[in-house]
């Protein structure tokens, strides 16, 4: 296919020559060489056989294909760009769907999730539903869900496995296993945890880079763990984790790169009542003025859009330091017996937060880690619906709702949850040795039972 998109990209770059025979103009009589010569490109050189294809085949043909397959043939190819016009909506749903699979659905709440209520019950309806829930999206939505897809899903897809694999230990990182392109299944767990890092800057976090209002969204930290990242199975927000992860760090990098010309700012300034009359309001700051370093957790709450732009101008600082600083989102300070930074942008690391939720809040997650239920690895299909190898190797082929901080990060650094098992057992050091050292070196008991014994039995109601 990648031959022919070249040819066909090839034939459009040549210039073609055109005859123009006005309705007016009598036509006189040529000669064999003039007509030759005057007749249209097309006419004298055959298209190639793929254009020849029967209509009906070529319209198979573009709905079989991915989205970004899709849109190379249609702008290479005149006749498949207008058998594309004459189906587009139903040519657009087969692509979107053979590109995302189950990933529909989540691409299908982010379109929504700045302008409709309900957000999150709509979501788990459609969960229920799988790819059919696209059958009742409008066909301008649609169009949304695929330049999101090709502008912004697509192009960190690779951006993250290659940062995840060039973190692997040195004596593994170079082995051919590491160079292989990502599987179907590995690319549905990236896509995933992209799609629901976004639905949940749209919703919790400060928005998307298309937002032109972001605003804080004040929904306690406890709230966010139980209705949105319990919604999952815990292999799969461990994904969000670990894209998160990669998020966070790679805006630490940035800000050290560009830290002589991003000078600390100082947060905006808090006003609370003062005593004993409430109704005066007094300035309160922190003690000390925020660096750059400080400010990730927050900024990466503002979107995919956001990040994928930075990416992009990162080996650019003049052009980067004007286009994020307008963007720079500050953490927030609460005043409690000290000041403390009370960052309440990344709720799955606050592992309080984590026991009062299991035990007011129990769910059938919760339930199935108490009685230590089998999940054992079933293998990698290609929508990644079961648990990877590594979830299966590191809690021994039973349940477990932990997730977030209890994994340690040297594992996220390389995105542990994220890999086939073929790729997993020959770049951890055969058979998981690797992944096992990380995960028992930093753990010197079983996390199920220490969770249990570290939940707050007089944590108030919430």
């Known amino acids: 296919m990648k031959k022919i998109l070249g040819k066909l990209k090839m034939r459009r770059s040549r210039p073609t020559s055109t005859v123009s025979t006005p309705e007016d103009t009598p036509i006189k009589p040529q000669s064999e060489a003039q007509q030759t010569k005057n007749q249209p490109r097309q006419t004298i050189r055959k298209n190639s056989r793929i254009e020849d294809l029967p209509p009906e085949i070529r319209v198979q043909l573009l709905a079989s294909m991915e989205l970004n397959e899709l849109h190379g043939l249609v702008h290479a190819s005149p006749v498949f760009h207008e058998s594309y016009l004459e189906y587009r909506n139903s040519i657009l749903r087969s692509s979107v769907i053979e590109s995302l699979r189950n990933n529909v659905v989540d691409a299908i709440a982010v379109s929504r999730a700045l302008d409709e209520k309900d957000r999150l019950q709509k979501y788990k309806n459609n969960m229920e539903k799988g790819a059919a829930a696209l059958d009742s999206v409008s066909e301008h939505r649609l169009h949304q869900i695929a330049v999101f897809y090709r502008n912004t899903i697509a192009p960190l ?88 992860y990669f998020i966070t760090e790679t805006y630490k990098e940035v800000s050290m790169e560009i830290q002589n010309d991003f000078r600390p700012v100082t947060p905006p300034i808090v006003m609370r009542p003062s005593t004993p009359d409430p109704t005066v309001m007094r300035p309160q700051t922190p003690p000390f003025d925020f660096t750059p370093f400080d400010l990730a957790d927050g900024t990466a709450t503002r979107g995919l859009d956001l990040f994928g732009r930075v990416l992009t101008l990162r080996d650019q600082p003049d052009g980067l330091i004007p286009f994020l600083r307008p963007h720079i989102v500050h953490p927030v300070w609460k005043k409690t017996n000290i000041w403390q930074m009370y960052l309440d942008e990344d709720p799955f690391y606050d592992e309080r937060i984590f026991y009062r939720r299991m035990q007011r809040h129990p769910n059938e997650h919760d339930e199935m880690t108490e009685r230590s239920d089998p999940l054992p690895f079933i293998g990698d299909d290609l929508d990644a619906s079961g648990p990877p190898l590594a979830w299966t190797i590191m809690w021994g082929d039973t349940y477990s709702n932990l997730f977030g901080s209890f994994i340690p990060d040297k594992m996220k650094n390389w995105g542990y949850i994220f890999w086939d098992a073929w790729r997993l057992t020959k770049l951890a050091v055969d058979d998981g040795e690797m992944l096992a050292w990380q995960w028992e070196s930093s753990h010197t008991m079983d996390l199920r039972v220490q969770a249990l014994w570290n939940v707050d039995p007089e944590a108030a109601d919430w």
């Not at 767990?189 to 976004?198: K, P, S, V």
């Not at 605003?215 to 461990?238: A, G, I, S």
Request: glycine share 2%; proline share 8%; hydrophobic share 35%.
């Open 157 to 244: 897809i690779p951006a993250y496995s290659n940062w995840a694999l060039a973190n692997l230990p040195d004596e593994v990182k170079d082995r051919p296993e590491a160079k292989v392109p990502l599987t179907r299944s590995e690319q549905q767990r990236i896509t995933r945890a992209l799609y629901r890092w976004e639905l949940y800057c749209r919703i919790f976090g400060r928005g998307s880079l298309s937002d032109t209002s972001p605003k804080r969204h004040d929904v306690p930290q406890h709230k966010v763990l139980r209705d949105y990242f319990c919604m999952f199975n815990p292999w799969e927000t461990e994904e969000i984790m670990c894209l998160f």
